[in-house]
């Protein structure tokens, strides 16, 4: 049985990772949640960026597990605070997963260099194979 996980930020893109997961077969998905923390501090609960809405965040974390529950896949929900790209890549190297699916908001080549993306820093540095999602 694959070992997936689905990097979720309640975007529109990551909905679509999401339904991904429900695509792929047989599989144990964990729906992972990263509450961005602000630059420079330590990985705690009180660093979290004060302006980031967690609580909504947590409540569409666990509505993402269980759409993909409601579709008959083995699902949970995982929230962790720190960068989300990091956060990402060494969750799914520590937790054995078999394939990493992110979404992709297809931002213009500008805009990635200038603001970065998650999605790309997660497909360029995971040793775990990655699924982009459009």
């Given at each position: 049985m694959?070992?997936?996980l689905v990097a979720y930020?309640?975007?529109?893109e990551a909905k679509r990772a999401v339904e991904w997961g429900s695509r792929l077969g047989e599989a144990r998905v964990t729906v992972l949640?990263?509450?961005p923390t602000l630059g420079g501090s330590e990985v705690i609960a009180?660093?979290?960026d004060p302006t980031f809405e967690l609580d909504t965040f947590k409540g569409e974390l666990r509505e993402a597990a269980q759409q993909l529950?409601?579709?008959g896949v083995a699902a949970q929900?995982?929230?962790?605070?720190?960068?989300?790209a990091a956060t990402i890549i060494e969750t799914a190297e520590s937790g054995g997963y078999d394939l990493v699916v992110v979404g992709v908001r297809g931002r213009h080549a500008?805009?990635?260099f200038l603001f970065g993306s998650t999605a790309d820093r997660v497909a360029?540095?995971?040793t775990t194979p990655v699924l982009v999602v459009r």
């Open positions: 694959l070992k997936i930020d309640g975007s529109a949640g990263v509450a009180d660093s979290v529950q409601a579709a929900a995982v929230e962790k605070a720190g960068n989300p500008i805009a990635r360029r540095h995971a």
